[in-house]
């Protein structure tokens, strides 16, 4: 239909004047080869814009100075106007990105070191064993920094207690879950604390100390001290390889056994009973000491090493049979203190506080280590038991029992290198320390209610892992 009509008009215009002459259309007219172009430059003032771009040029070479007495060729000429407009181009972008990287600083969004006036990106960082002793004061400092943390413990020796004035904090997770199963996070820093530190708890369940917490019989409880250091470990190790986090492993000072050298610097190799009833937790760490630095050297984890020395502070475990918690209990209960052997054993302590400012600089710093973290201020049993009769009464009794098996001559650590390279030692003398802890231990036992917060008076606490 639509063809017809147009048919019919075309007719009606076009009448033929003689009989049998038929329509003939009109032929094409045939533009010049220089028509399209031309009319290309003259749209949209395109020929203006050419010809003051040619004007400028020519007044750039007029006016530049000539490096050789004769003219430049056109050819030199171009290639100087390619490369003056190449030079400028760089200019301009060089210029947009310093722009854009002033703009970003000035809103604090740039990485690496921050400026000074803004505030510092919270990280994610998880701890094992960040319900225990140590590891919850360690959690109160991270919070306090603005770090996102989360808070893996499968309470043998942890307590939710020691963490629950954070739970409703966004920036906090506790999970409940065993070091010897894998576990996929996403986080910055790994504080691997998880593992049993007194004596009781080690050899109650050795095997899983020197591999990992696990099952709550007591077969398994027995295949379980060791797993801890050894397969828990590995799955921390893993996880930080696979997220690229920096990993710090809390060792001990039992590493160096019943030590021939005193005090005990970091280069000293240890004398261990490798089949002792303490060789699962010192083996144990041994072992995991040499897992970390392999997968530093293997597999380039970045990896911090603490070795702890003897601890103490509020959330000690009551009746973990390390020796300050052992006589604080003891005093407070009106028993008689225990001593092992004849009393000159001695030992160094440290307060809470300080432990957890030694390992936050060690995580921070950039060595390795191990670092010594420790009181080298050395007392013996005798004289520790005559500082807890000072401090809580001083007609409590002492009661002399044969010692242990294993159990350490002297213990004192040389700090030089936490001095010299991480600026870091202890700060507060045992007779200081030791009434924050006799309050919260008169708290929990007698439930009285006296104005003390651990979270609050040790302004800086270390980690979940006690030692004897």
């Known amino acids: 239909m639509a063809s017809e009509l147009i048919y019919r008009g075309h007719d009606a215009a076009h009448t033929p004047t003689s009989g049998g002459a038929g329509y003939t259309p009109k032929p094409e ?71 854009a990287f002033e703009a970003a600083t000035s809103r604090g969004f740039v990485g690496g070191k921050v400026p000074l006036g803004i505030k510092r990106k919270g990280l994610r960082i998880v701890v094992t064993g960040g319900a225990g002793f140590v590891g919850s004061h360690l959690v109160d400092r991270l919070i306090a920094r603005g770090d996102s943390v989360i808070v893996v413990d499968n309470f043998f020796t942890g307590r939710k207690e020691n963490v629950m004035h954070h739970f409703g904090n966004p920036n906090f997770e506790l999970i409940r879950h065993d070091v010897v199963e894998p576990l996929l996070l996403e986080v910055d820093q790994i504080y691997h604390l998880a593992c049993p530190a007194s004596p009781v708890h080690y050899k109650f369940n050795p095997v899983k100390t020197i591999i990992s917490f696990s099952s709550s019989s007591l077969i398994s409880s027995c295949c379980g001290l060791h797993k801890t250091n050894v397969v828990g470990t590995l799955n921390m190790l893993g996880l930080a390889k696979r997220v690229g986090a920096r990993f710090l492993l809390t060792s001990t000072s039992e590493v160096y056994g019943d030590p021939l050298q005193h005090p005990q610097v970091e280069t000293y190799w240890g004398n261990v009973n490798p089949i002792g009833v303490r060789s699962c937790y010192d083996e144990g760490k041994r072992t995991a000491e040499t897992l970390t630095m392999d997968y530093h050297r293997g597999a380039q984890v970045e990896v911090r090493i603490a070795r702890i020395f003897n601890t103490y502070g509020p959330r000690m475990c009551i009746d973990d049979g390390r020796v300050v918690s052992n006589f604080v209990a003891q005093a407070l209960r009106k028993e008689p203190l225990t001593v092992y052997g004849d009393g000159k054993q001695t030992r160094s302590f440290q307060y809470v506080s300080d ?22 201020g050395e007392f013996t049993m005798l004289e520790l038991a005559n500082v807890v009769q000072e401090t809580i009464d001083p007609n409590a009794k002492i009661e002399f029992r044969p010692n242990t098996e294993d159990d350490p001559h002297k213990r004192k650590p040389d700090i030089t290198k936490a001095k010299e390279l991480l600026g870091w030692e202890p700060k507060i003398p045992l007779r200081q320390g030791l009434p924050l802890m006799v309050s919260d231990f008169r708290k929990r036992i007698f439930g009285d209610h006296f104005d003390v917060n651990p979270s609050t008076t040790t302004t800086s606490t270390a980690t979940g892992t006690g030692f004897s």
Do not use: C
Request: proline letters at 5%; charged letters at 20%.
């Open 29 to 99: 007219k045939r533009l010049l080869w220089f028509s399209r172009p031309l009319r290309y430059l003259i749209r949209e003032q395109r020929l203006a814009f050419l010809l003051v771009g040619m004007a400028l040029a020519t007044l750039f070479f007029a006016l530049a100075p000539s490096s050789s007495p004769s003219s430049y060729s056109s050819a030199a000429a171009a290639e100087l106007a390619l490369r003056s407009a190449m030079e400028l181009a760089r200019f301009g972008e060089h210029h947009r990105h310093r722009a």
């Open 355 to 376: 432990l957890v400012e030694g390992l936050m600089r060690l995580m921070e710093g950039e060595h390795v280590g191990p670092f010594n973290l420790g009181n080298p």
